[in-house]
């Protein structure tokens, strides 16, 4: 893939935006893909707040949105 911007062949001025091309050539198709494993970051219950544990995760580990907003919405709470 290359940046390429149309000129002028006479004067060589530039015309119009950049944009990108990709020779056909260059393509591969992958046969089999798998996904790199993720490493998540699960906080520590002491009293400095900053310790983390780290596991690798699995598909289905990742919480899901309403979990995460869940999370925010209880975070947000002023505490007593």
């Known amino acids: 893939m290359k940046v390429s911007q149309k000129t002028n062949k006479g004067t ?3 015309i119009g935006q950049p944009y990108l091309v990709v020779d056909k050539h260059f393509i591969q198709i992958l046969c089999s893909f798998e996904p790199y494993s993720s490493i998540l970051p699960i906080k520590m219950n002491f009293s400095s707040n900053r310790s983390y544990r780290y596991v690798h995760g699995q598909e289905g580990t990742l919480p899901t949105f309403s979990e995460i ?3 925010a919405y209880e975070m947000s ?3 007593p």
């Open 69 to 71: 907003r869940e999370r």
């Open 12 to 14: 060589g001025e530039v």
């Open 77 to 79: 709470r002023p505490k």
